[in-house]
């Protein structure tokens, strides 16, 4: 999506259970996961105002993960 890009670019130093993505508008991208009832945590640290993380744990249903990569692909 046009709007975000991941904070580490590099897939060989990248996590494979948490990516963090950088909004162009912070602000914005918060909101608009919030009125859809969608909690994003932010980043850690000097990335905690600026990032938006996104982890994959087992105890997250595969249902929630597809709905947000539907909302990612059709935030604005």
């Given at each position: ?66 709905e ?9």
């Amino acid at each position: 999506n046009e709007h975000f890009h991941l904070l580490v670019e590099n897939p060989k130093t990248r996590s494979r259970t948490v990516v963090s993505i950088v909004p162009k508008d912070m602000v914005k991208a918060t909101e608009f996961f919030k009125n859809k009832n969608v909690i994003i945590g932010k980043g850690y640290g000097e990335w905690k105002n600026n990032t938006l993380r996104i982890a994959n744990f087992p105890a997250i249903p595969n249902e929630d993960f597809d709905e947000l990569f539907r909302l990612l692909e059709n935030y604005v």
